[in-house]
Nanobody
């Protein structure tokens, strides 16, 4: 059973915007923490944002002020609004859900991972 399914990625020019969506199963959506992670070729995986069950959010410094994470409880869907995109934002973006979180943009005890959606930002 697929628990998390991302969509919304694609090619975009620098300065542009994209909104990623992560449709979650009921079990995954009930997790205490949900977040977005990205990984570019040759680079380490990076958590970019997380939101906990009370709606508190945290962001990586590299995306703060440009990305916004949100949830739609009626649709069991997690979003990542990405504005003023830069070529260095190019990566595979995945959503994840875990049972706890850290003060930074990281969920702990991740039990659910999505397959990812590719974002490619051209200069």
């Amino acid at each position: 059973q697929v628990e998390l399914v991302e969509s919304g990625g694609g090619p975009v020019q620098a300065g542009g915007s994209l909104r990623l969506s992560c449709a979650a199963s009921r079990n995954a959506y009930r997790s205490a923490c949900m977040g977005w992670i990205r990984q570019a070729p040759g680079k380490e995986r990076e958590w970019v944002a997380r939101i906990d069950f009370v709606g508190s959010t945290a962001y990586a410094d590299s995306v703060k002020g440009r990305f916004t994470i949100s949830k739609d409880n009626a649709k069991n869907t997690l979003y990542l609004e990405m504005n003023r995109l830069k070529p260095e934002d190019t990566a595979m973006y995945s959503c994840a859900a875990g049972s706890a979180w850290y003060s930074g943009p990281v969920c702990a005890n991740v039990g659910y991972w999505g397959q990812g959606t590719q974002v490619t930002v051209s200069s």
